[in-house]
């Protein structure tokens, strides 16, 4: 901010005139008055200061407003720069903490491993990497629970769960099929906590309000049929039974269900003692400890920006496009998922309210977190169905 501004101008220019035209009168008498002895101008000199007396404390009283408007100029510059201080001391905290979480995010990356059999032999996953191999088992694991669906799933859905993803559908104003929210659900969750011996109880617990029971303990002991593929002929054994048709399916699985209490129970499958497949090391172990923390972190990354109302919305989508830059499509895909599934509706179709301002917290909406996912569908759903307002990539296209 400047001292002199153009304010100051306007009042000191035309001071300064009336100051030359005071100093200037004694001469413009004389010059007018020229008869006149200077010792014969006594009272004219009196009349003088009798009319310039007020003018001369007016130019007082306005020399030390002056005076003051320049104090009062300075100190104006002082708060600004002591507030642009402030600012630069807030932004330089912020963006330390902002950077360091972001740091944490790479670090969260670059721990991730997995390894696990491919084509011919074991593969070791790192990184990035990771998310893809991931992402790639929920698009089977979701075709399986899907064609298990299409068998036993007549009114699958509790009464009390169809209400609760109605009301998140409606609320959204969502054009999404109910049932489909609810297999997506079904099938993150499975990839997310596996069929485990030790992840089978606190599926049935996850399960047990939401779909009838009938179909959901039936559900895991199917994919529990499904082993590591290391276990190359069991394997290839769920492969040969998972393509049959929807009637021989049921018929086989209809009696290992029913026979899954009896030790020792043969069932033969292409030579093979398919029935022995619920004993054995599980193709779906379950993803907990890989996601688990990757996602709290990112959460709470994203709320910590949300939270900051010192940033203006520019300056926090600045920042949250600079977080969204370190995720990877599959990352933002896997995202997507997590996101309408239960463990993951707080990012924006059941979020939180923010105390402040009462509003809901729509991270993803807000945050446009997925844009960058490649194409507009994955495994037939439409992204845009269940976030209309996110500013997709394929938008601008």
Known sequence: MKTFDRKFW????????VIIMILYFPYWIRDKLFFYEFSDMGPIGDTIGGLTSPFIGIAGAVLTFLAFWVQFKANEQQKNDLKDQRKREYLSSFETKFFDLIRLHRENISDQNYTKFGKTKMELSQGRKVFRVIYKEFEECYAEVKKFHKIYGEN???ANHRNKLLSI??????????NEFALIDLSYTILYFGVAKDSEAYLSNKFKHKFKDDFYTKLITFLK???????EERYNCWKYFIKLN???IKLIFDVIYLNRRIKGYDYRLKHINFFENLSIEKYYGGHQHRLGHYYRHLFQSY???????????????????TLRAQLSNYEQSLLFLNS??????????????????NKNITLISDFNLIKNVPGRQILNLNYKDYYPKVDFEFDDN
């Open 225 to 231: 049929l499904k082993p590591k593929k290391e276990s």
């Open 303 to 321: 709320k910590f920006l949300y939270n900051e109302h010192n940033l203006g919305g520019k300056e926090k989508y600045f920042y949250a496009k």
């Open 156 to 158: 699958f859905l509790t």
């Open 246 to 248: 929807v009637e021989e």
């Open 10 to 17: 306007t009042i000191f220019i035309p001071f300064l005139v």
């Open 169 to 178: 559908i409606n609320k959204n104003d969502l054009k999404i099929d109910l």
């Open 340 to 357: 309408i599934s239960s463990l993951g509706l707080k990012w924006d179709l059941n979020p939180e309210i923010d105390p402040e301002t």
